[in-house]
């Protein structure tokens, strides 16, 4: 059974800056892509950064240069380093897994997994 833990949410002043994790539990980790995604009160859910089984790994133009996505695959952990973070950054943040790796497009549709979000509050 797949099971996704999201942790490291918090809030922060616009700039600063926060590391979220992604525990893995029940199936074979480094064979998925995995991803996170955003959504904000009132807006979509919106595809942050996706890395896949190669390692390969996509962002959404609006966290280019300030997230980093990464992953520990014998921890089955992966991790998001968020910085210079930006009141728009704003979101509950979701982690989710991707069993054919098709994700690398950030669509929320080609991840069938997903945890139950962690908090990001940015003020300005």
């Given at each position: 059974?797949?099971?996704?833990?999201?942790?490291?949410?918090?809030?922060?002043?616009?700039?600063?800056?926060?590391?979220?994790?992604?525990?893995?539990?029940?199936?074979?980790?480094?064979?998925?892509?995995?991803?996170?995604?955003?959504?904000?009160?009132?807006?979509?859910?919106e595809?942050?950064?996706?890395?896949?089984?190669?390692?390969?790994?996509?962002?959404a133009?609006?966290?280019?240069?300030?997230?980093?996505?990464?992953?520990?695959?014998a921890?089955?952990m992966?991790?998001?380093?968020?910085?210079?973070?930006?009141?728009?950054?704003?979101?509950?943040?979701?982690?989710?897994?991707?069993?054919?790796?098709?994700?690398?497009?950030?669509?929320?549709?080609?991840?069938?997994?997903?945890?139950?979000?962690?908090?990001?509050?940015?003020?300005?």
């Open positions: 059974q797949v099971r996704l833990v999201e942790s490291g949410g918090g809030s922060v002043q616009s700039g600063g800056s926060l590391r979220l994790s992604c525990a893995a539990f029940g199936y074979t980790y480094s064979t998925y892509c995995m991803g996170w995604f955003r959504q904000a009160p009132g807006k979509e859910r595809g942050v950064a996706a890395i896949d089984s190669d390692g390969n790994i996509s962002y133009d609006s966290v280019k240069g300030r997230f980093t996505i990464s992953q520990d695959n921890k089955s992966m991790y998001l380093q968020m910085n210079s973070l930006k009141p728009e950054d704003t979101a509950m943040y979701y982690c989710a897994a991707d069993p054919l790796n098709y994700g690398m497009g950030l669509k929320s549709t080609d991840f069938g997994y997903w945890g139950q979000g962690t908090q990001v509050t940015v003020s300005s």
